[in-house]
């Protein structure tokens, strides 16, 4: 079936350093999205990206749609203690047809900042 | 608080029981998912309702699983026969009519045990 493949699965940084992760598809995706969830909640969207090529930033966050269609970065800037949770990235599914609202989601990388 | 309700927060029940759980949404979304959550792996999609309108249904909702959002309002998703295996977070999202990720609000899931 379809899958998202992020990696890394999990990476401990110092605060303030910089993050990079990254998430792969064997098919083409027409959407992006990065999610975040802390523990206990549900996910909440960081960025949505549309447009093969695009970079789009929300505050020290900065994600890119990747020009083969097939990828997708998030980098996070100079960390901090509340960027601790899992990232997802997301897109539509590959059994949705047209006007499908179904997304498939990543296993995650998740994300722990030491002080 | 106008965020997405979902109740309860927990649930532990015996193999073989029925559980139902409950979803209330933003008031003003009229779109309404349900996803499903287990250790390590991303939500997966079960099932998406357009007002009272159940439209998309996920290869995972076996016939154990059913869900109504009568008046188009609250939700509900219930289990019967539960089995080991339906051990999960349940996570209910909402959203307005618009682009497909965006906009969704997810509540803080139901985690179910079956013991």
């Known amino acids: 079936g379809q899958q998202l493949n992020q990696s890394p699965q999990s990476m401990f940084i110092q605060e303030g350093e910089d993050v990079s992760m990254n998430c792969t598809s064997s098919s083409i995706f027409n959407t992006w999205l990065w999610y975040k969830q802390d523990p206990g909640e549900g996910p909440v969207l960081l960025i949505a990206?549309?447009?093969?090529?695009e970079l789009t930033s929300n505050g020290r966050l900065t994600a890119q749609f990747g020009i083969t269609r097939k990828d997708s970065f998030l980098n996070i800037s100079a960390s901090i203690p509340s960027d601790v949770g899992i990232y997802f990235c997301a897109g539509p599914s590959a059994y949705s047809g047209a006007g499908s609202y179904q997304l498939t989601f990543g296993k995650g990388t998740k994300l722990s900042v030491i002080p | 608080d106008t965020g997405v309700s979902q109740d309860p927060r927990h649930k532990i029940t015996k193999r073989g029981q029925n559980v139902t759980f409950r979803c209330d949404p933003i008031s003003e979304h009229n779109r309404l998912y349900w996803y499903r959550q287990t250790l390590g792996q991303g939500p997966e999609f079960l099932t998406y309702?357009?007002?009272?309108?159940?439209?998309?249904k996920s290869r995972l909702l076996s016939d154990r699983f059913s869900a109504e959002r009568p008046k188009g309002s609250f939700s509900t998703l219930e289990i019967q026969r539960t089995e080991q295996g339906d051990s999960a977070m349940y996570l209910c999202?909402?959203?307005?009519?618009?682009?497909?990720?965006?906009?969704?609000?997810f509540g803080s899931g139901t985690r179910l045990t079956v013991v």
């Open positions: 999202a909402s959203s307005l009519k618009g682009q497909l990720g965006v906009g969704y609000t």
């Open positions: 309702f357009q007002n009272e309108a159940q439209l998309e």
């Open positions: 990206l549309y447009k093969a090529g």
